[in-house]
């Protein structure tokens, strides 16, 4: 065998500690097979392990729990242990016997060996070690050397072990270590025939997931365990070892007492040993080597972390479960805007198969990555890419249990077909797709939707979309949360969940053209830099505000006159919009008036498309009014109109000419009834536009005085409003509420 220098993983580092306790903790030389066996179900952080188990008991339909399996290998170590063997030793007269004889043997040469006690002393040392290395290294070792074998185990130095000639270290190979055995029994029996041959440890140095050594003393069938693991381990090209991977290597050996465990919990060994085949369980291994380079498993790094709680996507989530659970086109295409959470979105679903929170048909499931782009990278000959394709067809026919994930998904279209005459990815992914054999899940945005992948009629007919909104702002801390904990801890700074939610808004003020929970994220992410190059421990609004520090400069730059005129804007849309008392499903969440990007200020709400209001042509009015609002507020209380609200008579412009081309909601007294068409692109005659024109023009002026008789309603209401906004620049909806009621409370009051 070559020689063992793989890494293992956080819960196989775990598992070998508790081995090694464990051991020490019975006067064990070396770890056993049970013991072995009982390390990888015994760890906390194997769940995969208890997992699988049950898994495959489940299968069976047995009622063993993981405590009866436990108990069963516990029971097993003990028949094992050096103490009993030894009281059985001396129970038997044969052996008391034959151990008098022995002594006997050694008092009649005992003048012999006094002759030269430097030998035997060393022999005896050498006898001690090799039957137990812990006791007999704490005696011998100097203060260079690392104190009893549990120092070299947990320190990972076998510096300790260097002098003693039958220990064999891990730097050779099992052929060599197994002949070298051997060669010293034999010529031990020939120099000392009369003394018994002491066995001898083999060592096996492992290194962890954090770089550290650890030596593993092993017998006979666990050094034969690592020469499975080996085969395994080059068969599949694992970069790291699992738990359940030594459980796959143990059912290679075909041991007796492995067998004779599942014998105890009345299982069939045979069925056990195809359900744990390393071609099936290898969870993280399942990926053959030709394809690792642009397949990943990510059932692996979620592996007992939750991505995040995605409180608002449960929906999605229960959408995709349910496609996924049909006969024929199980496939989904997911939906959005860069930042909402896509990638998230597949995140969740596969902590949930890790977690056993998934239907019951998908425990067993993993969740592969492909990378498109490194599919085709470096295939510059004819035939390299169809190769890879082939390649990765026939992984997808040959494992039924696997979820493949493409992001981007638009990028399968001609991906591969460098040459003429060329399949791309696409068009080979469209017979298994149908069948429902393979599951496939994509996303993508909007636009890339429409422009690249809907455009395909046979390919997207196969896929279900699933559209992915923004989320509610008061949904984005618990979308984030576990995230923000490793930006805490990469930065060493806190922040607190008061001021997660300041970011929230603050990002909906000054990054609006992106999207909620990416936005947020990398805001929070600039605050924590500011904080920590600043000397603070902890986030707080300044280190949140001074992340835009280029937009204080600009306000810096803004005369009195500006600022107001900024405020009754922002405020008149504000208030025409609550006030309105039927734009119910506008979520409100802040008002600014410092300058970001293109615009001088803004008034942040969100469409709560949960609510479907009564949609009369009086609700489609206040919501014309609600854009007006700002031009409305600087007519009234300003005397004068600026161009910041051209971007408002556009939006108002459009929304109006969709409701009358499109909705058809014209006045009684039209002369000429509207029907539906595409307003976009109206193929209408001259006089049905002449209609058009003057049906929008009356609905603006009746959205128009409908804005005004609200701000003239609560004048009051609007100037304290802009007197606050003038002093805090930000109010958070909260705080603009409670100046209302303020106000209110004041006019009731006189």
């Known amino acids: 065998m070559a020689n063992f220098e793989q890494k293992l993983t956080a819960a196989s580092t775990e598992m070998f500690k508790s081995i090694l306790e464990e051991m020490q903790n019975r006067k064990f030389t070396s770890v056993n097979f049970p013991l072995l066996l009982w390390g990888a179900v015994d760890t906390c952080e194997g769940e995969s392990v208890y997992s699988a188990l049950e898994n495959y008991l489940f299968t069976l339909e047995d009622c063993v729990t993981p405590k009866e399996i436990e108990d069963t290998l516990s029971d097993m170590i003990s028949d094992l242990e050096p103490e009993k063997k030894k009281e059985e030793k001396s129970d038997n007269p044969e052996e008391g016997k034959s151990d008098a004889t022995s002594n006997d043997a050694k008092e009649a040469t005992a003048s012999d060996t006094a002759k030269s006690s430097t030998h035997q002393d060393a022999t005896d040392t050498s006898k001690k070690i090799a039957t137990n290395p812990s006791e007999e290294l704490k005696e011998q070792t100097s203060d260079a050397t690392v104190e009893g074998l549990e120092g070299s185990l947990q320190n990972g130095d076998n510096a300790n072990f260097e002098e003693i000639p ?120 399942v990926i053959p080597f030709q394809l690792s380079g642009f397949l990943s498993t990510l059932n692996e790094k979620i592996d007992g972390k939750a991505p995040c709680e995605i409180l608002c996507r449960d929906k ?77 067809i026939q992984f ?58 809907q455009r395909d009629g046979a390919l997207s007919r196969r896929f279900e979309k699933v559209v992915v909104k923004e989320p509610l702002a008061h949904n984005v801390y618990p979308m984030i949360k576990n995230k923000i904990a490793i930006l805490s801890d990469f930065h060493k700074v806190t922040i607190s969940k008061d001021i997660v939610n300041y970011a929230v808004m603050i990002a909906c003020c000054f990054a609006f053209e992106k999207k909620n929970p990416d936005k947020t994220l990398d805001l929070i992410d600039r605050a924590m830099v500011y904080a920590k190059r600043h000397g603070k421990k902890k986030v707080d609004k300044a280190c949140i505000l001074r992340t835009f520090d280029i937009f204080f400069e600009m306000w810096d730059k803004m005369s009195i006159d500006s600022r107001k005129e900024v405020a009754y804007h922002e405020a008149g849309h504000y208030i ?86 499109k909705l058809a909601m014209v006045s009684e007294d039209c002369p000429n009834r509207i029907y539906l068409n595409e307003c976009d692109s109206p193929n209408y005659s001259e006089k049905v536009i002449d209609a058009i024109n003057e049906e929008v023009d009356k609905l603006v002026k009746k959205a128009e005085d409908r804005a005004t008789q609200i701000l003239d309603e609560n004048r009051d209401i609007l100037e304290a409003i802009v007197e606050a906004l003038l002093k805090h620049r930000i109010m958070s909806e909260k705080d603009l509420d409670k100046v209302w009621k303020e106000t209110v409370a004041k006019r009731t009051h006189k």
Not at 327 to 348: D, F, H, T
Not at 602 to 615: A, H, L, R
Request: charged share 30%; with cysteine.
């Open 316 to 392: 999605e989530a229960d959408i995709l479960w349910n496609i996924m659970l049909k006969k024929n086109k199980r496939n989904a295409v997911i939906v959005g805007e860069p930042g909402v959470g896509k990638s998230a979105l597949i995140e969740k679903l596969t902590y949930d198969i890790n977690s056993g929170k998934c239907p019951p048909e998908f425990k067993k499931f993993k969740m592969i990555v492909l990378d498109v782009n490194a599919l085709i990278a470096g295939t510059s000959y004819r035939g390299d890419a169809e190769e890879r394709i082939k390649d990765l």
């Open 166 to 285: 039958e220990v064999i270290s891990a730097d050779q190979s099992f052929a060599e270590t197994s002949e070298k055995n051997m060669d010293d029994e034999s010529d031990a029996i020939e120099d000392e025939s009369d003394e018994d041959v002491p066995d001898i440890v083999t060592l096996i140095t492992l290194t962890d997931h954090e770089g550290k050594e650890l030596v593993i003393p092993v017998d006979d069938n666990v050094c034969k365990v690592f020469e499975e693991l080996s085969k395994i381990i080059e068969k599949f090209g694992i970069m790291e070892i699992e738990p359940l991977h030594i459980i796959s290597a143990m059912f290679m050996t075909d041991d007796d007492d492995f067998i004779d465990f599942f014998c105890a919990l009345s299982c069939n060994y045979d069925d056990a040993k195809k359900y744990f085949h390393p071609d099936r369980i290898l969870v993280y291994g």
């Open 576 to 661: 025409v919009g609550k006030a309105s008392g039927r734009l119910t499903r506008y979520i409100w969440q802040a008002v600014s008036i410092m300058p970001a990007e293109d615009y001088l200020g803004v008034t942040v709400y969100e469409d709560d498309d949960t609510v479907v209001p009564f949609c009369s042509l009086d609700y489609y009015i206040d919501d014309l009014a609600l854009h007006l609002g700002g031009r409305v507020a600087e007519k009234i209380f300003r005397k004068v109109y600026t161009s910041g609200a051209s971007a408002d008579l556009h939006s108002t412009t459009r929304e109006a000419n969709y409701i009358v081309s």
């Open 396 to 453: 997808l026919k040959d494992n039924n249990d696997v979820i493949l994930f493409i992001d981007e998904v638009h990028t399968i279209l001609g991906a591969g077909s460098c040459f003429e005459g060329e399949m791309d990815l696409a068009n080979a992914l469209k017979p298994i797709l149908a069948r429902g054999d393979t599951i496939v899940l994509g996303a993508t945005t909007q636009e890339e939707y429409e422009k690249y992948f």
